[in-house]
Every structure is written in C-alpha cells, then in structure tokens.
C-alpha cells in the first residue's frame, strides 16, 4: 500500500512527518521507494527479473 499523495490529507499527513527537519535547515526530501514494481508476467519473459521464493 502506498500513500495517495493526490489526497489533501494525505499530503498534511506526510508534511507535518517532516515539519521537524525543515524547521532545521532541510531544503528538500527525497522520497525513494526503491522503485516498487509488481511483476505479473511469468519469469522467463524477457526484461523480466524477479526472485522466485
């Protein structure tokens, strides 16, 4: 499940978790989700690569 940052309270939420480090000086965020994928396809397609466990 992922945040919904086209939801106004979504982006309050998210703000006020960073309040803190911008009072401190911080002039901006990266938000890296590790680039989520889902993989629907079957493992041998090509350009396909997951860990099968």
Sequence with gaps: MFPDFCSERTRHWWGDLHGSLIEL????????????????RPYREPGVTAVQT
């Design 25 to 40: 000086g911080v002039d901006g965020l990266w938000c890296d989700m590790n680039e989520p994928s889902i993989v629907d």
